[in-house]
């Protein structure tokens, strides 16, 4: 069965720094790009940042640029989301997901939940 | 940046209702727009794929359709299990959401 397993989340300081991590069983990893998306409460879902699978080219939404980082490490099966300068509107679900290609996102992990607040 | 427009916000439909939900792309994206469905406390599933493609095992009275910058998601006969949050996305060029539309009970 093809499973995307999130964790890491939880709840953080405004300024703080989080690692989410996703791990990807079923299928073979290094060949698809694993993008995250996030879903503040109550609120649609928003793309956040999404890593290639060979070449690790990273791709980042305007609102994270330059505070998260996303990286992969292929012997693991893993993505990391590394968040740091976190605010308040950083509080959401993060859900990692595979970008299928035409296929757009499938599957989807069960999401981590982010909350930052003092 | 491609924006997406999903209407209407909210609708509400008795079972057995033909439902459509429309998405309007800021500039053309076909065919790279998927529908996905969301039941609270759960993870997206995707419906539809490649603005018309059904992914499998979604029920046939799911169809998309549309092409340039506009789409719909059609059910043809609601059922109780489909009364959920539907969201369309673009995939031609970096990935945007439209805000949802939240199916309810009328």
């Known amino acids: 069965e093809e499973q995307l397993v999130e964790s890491g989340g939880g709840l953080i300081q405004p300024g703080g720094s989080l690692r989410l991590s996703c791990e990807a069983s079923?299928?073979?990893?290094?060949?698809?790009?694993i993008d995250w998306v996030r879903q503040a409460p109550g609120k649609g879902l928003e793309w956040v940042s999404a890593?290639?699978?060979?070449?690790?080219?990273?791709y980042y939404a305007d609102s994270v640029k330059g505070r998260f980082t996303i990286s992969r490490d292929n012997s693991k099966n893993t993505v990391y989301l590394q968040m740091n300068s976190l605010r308040d509107e950083d509080t959401a679900v993060y859900y990692c997901?595979?970008?299928?290609?035409?296929?757009?996102?499938?599957?989807w992990g069960q999401g981590t939940r982010v909350t930052v607040s003092s | 940046d491609i924006q997406m427009t999903q209407s209407p916000s909210t609708l509400s439909a008795s079972v057995g209702d033909r439902v459509t939900i429309t998405c309007r792309a800021s500039?053309?994206?076909?065919?790279?727009l998927a529908w996905y469905q969301q039941k609270p406390g759960k993870a997206p599933k995707v419906l539809i794929y490649?603005?018309?493609t059904l992914e499998s095992g979604v029920p046939s009275r799911f169809s998309g359709s549309g092409s340039g910058t506009e789409f719909t998601l059609t059910i043809s006969s609601l059922q109780p299990d489909d009364f959920a949050t539907y969201y369309c996305?673009?995939?031609?060029?970096?990935?945007?959401f439209g805000q949802g539309t939240k199916v309810e009970i009328k």
């Open positions: 997901t595979r970008d299928s290609g035409e296929h757009a996102f499938d599957p």
């Open positions: 490649m603005a018309s």
């Open positions: 079923g299928f073979t990893f290094i060949t698809y790009a």
């Open positions: 890593i290639s699978g060979r070449r690790n080219n990273t």
């Open positions: 996305q673009q995939y031609k060029s970096y990935w945007t």
């Open positions: 500039q053309s994206v076909s065919p790279y």
